[in-house]
């Protein structure tokens, strides 16, 4: 398939907001692509060349950017620079430049040149070795790529390119889009959805689910079973306010405590292709490189957002090397830092600082991180997630061998809801957040929020059963004593994947220190977006002076879930009498009082809490 009729597709791509349109024409794509084009295509409409879940970017600002448009195009930065600065987009400006239309671009003597046709194949290549290229002298050999391949592609392909290349390019659908157009290509329908998530779920690789999909149809997807080195979608929990309900929803069951740190999911094999820590995983698919040594051991930490994050644990990767005794294995628990003087567990906030990218070794020693294992997903060639509860934590129990770092999460097996209560108290006085309750033959469902697991927390004797997880959206400039900080009040939302879409449920102006402010205003400083995107649903109201990508999630923490017309959160509209325009008839929800508790940079934006959980904790105020 030529890169051309891609960039066609992008363009269509990108002029239409309607969902079940997006479906249609990415269906049709994905027809059209053959084996071995569709996986590729899949990351490059997220404009990667990876699962989001590698760590592996271009890399590029504006300015490297540029001068690999005026090396492609023969232009000088700054005739490149000013048409940049009157299109506002780098994409357009290349486009521009290349199709010799404007007056700058005729007077500077631009000429269109010969092109070739180039399939998507070898611009994929050749963004790849882009993303990878790292150390010394890198970013000359990152532009010089780049723009070697702007001289040869028409104007619309060098546009997308280029805005793949800067990270800007945004089609406005997510991954659960993708699954319902695989499933449309099969048969023109949604039927397949189902089936699909499921394997995506268990291997969150868009390329590798499509490819076999091309390939062996849906059946294929079958032999999709945990792999060592790709993360898999974790499993939650529903909550619960009481041990009555809990033993009544899921009767004799195992109760853990609830740990507040932060989950790891731990990959280790002892015969894997050793890649070098924190670099691409893909290369254990090139039988040439990092052949495994006798001594080596491949390990990966993911977070609960799938994010890599191997090279900020040391000490973990040490312990999962000596502790874990297996060839291959998958398995889950939750980190807590703890101070080695007096064996003390620390709270959260003391936790969160060893996520860090420098002095890694250091703080690792000052305060190092326990792993209190609670699962096991894969051992040894078998598939663990179909198996129960009561078998997984047996094997768990086998595979852990005696060490300091990794302990096995404390379990105890309770009947009735006095003994569970009497667990919670106890769990409670020690200073932890609360329990989990497990149904014994409770499968592991990846990705999925069931009652399999059952959170019970000490927060629920509180006012709100529990904080919120939101996503901010926007701002307002600061007024008075607030100027200087930039941000007067921030506008806070859930996604709700319906939707698709963004829904607001809080505009915040009180309650953040001034410290909480600095930091809000340093987190969105690249995050700042020209005009509101199309998957925000923002009342009149709650319009924001600045709008932000939907990337910083921070947990919030409210007296009371109310309903208001001015949020988007759960609200239905009704066409108005007059017909022209729209009356609320359900109105939305909304917090009451609601304060920062803290950034959690482990979740994505996807993760915050949804409008389905909302409408749950809000029948839970007065149940
Ligand atoms: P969620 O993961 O449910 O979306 P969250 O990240 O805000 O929400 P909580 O609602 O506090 O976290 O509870 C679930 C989390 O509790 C798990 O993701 C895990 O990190 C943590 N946890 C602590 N102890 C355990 C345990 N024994 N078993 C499972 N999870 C535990």
Known sequence: MLFRRLAEYFQQLESTTLRNKLTEILADLFKEAGKGEIGKLCYLLQGRVAPLYEAIEFGMGEKMVIRAIASGTGLETEAVLKIFKNKGDLGETVEEIKSAKSLPCRQAGVKRKAERKINIKEVYEILYKMAEAGGEGSQDGKIQYLGNLIKEVDPLSAKYIIKIAIAKLRLGFSDMTILDSLSWMIDGTKASRSQIEKAYNVRPDLGDISEVIKEKGIRGLGNITPEVGTPILMARAERMTSGRDIIEKIGKCAIEPKYDGFRVQVHFSKSKFN?????????????????????????????????????????????????????????????????????????????????????????????????????????????????????????LENTIGKGETILIAREEIVSTPKELEEIFEESVKQGLEGVMAKKLEGVYRAGARDFNWIKYKKSYASKLADTIDAVVMGYDLGQ??????????????????????????????????????????????????????????????????VWVEPKIVVEIRADEITRSPVHTAGRV??????????????????????????FRGDKKPQDATTVSEIQRMYGMQYG
């Open 275 to 395: 890649p070098p820590a924190g670099g691409p995983i893909y290369k254990k698919k090139d039988e040439n490189l990092h052949l495994f040594k006798e001594d080596e051991r491949f390990i990966r930490l993911f977070s609960r957002n799938l994010e890599d994050v191997t090279k900020m644990y040391p000490d973990i990767v040490e312990g999962a090397k000596k502790q874990i005794k297996a060839k291959e294995a998958i398995l889950e628990g939750e980190a807590i830092a703890y101070n080695p003087k007096t064996g003390v567990y620390l709270p959260f906030q003391e936790t969160v600082q060893r996520k860090r990218k420098y002095n890694i070794s250091e703080k690792a020693k000052e305060v190092p991180l326990r792993l209190f294992a609670f699962d096991i997903l894969y051992l040894d060639g078998q598939n663990l997630l179909p198996l129960s509860y009561v078998k997984r934590r047996e094997i």
């Open 480 to 545: 008075g004593k607030r100027t200087g900080f930039g941000i007067g009040g921030f506008l806070i939302g859930l996604y709700d994947p319906k939707k698709e879409k963004f829904v607001t449920v809080s505009k915040i102006g009180t309650g953040l220190t001034d410290e909480e402010w600095k930091q809000l205003k340093l987190r969105t400083k690249n995050q700042k977006l020209r005009t509101k995107p199309k998957n925000y649903e923002v009342d009149n109201m709650m319009e924001c002076d």
């Open 573 to 598: 509209m009704k066409p108005s009498k007059s017909g022209s325009a729209y009356d609320v008839e359900v109105p939305g929800f909304a917090l009451r009082f609601p304060r920062l508790e803290r």
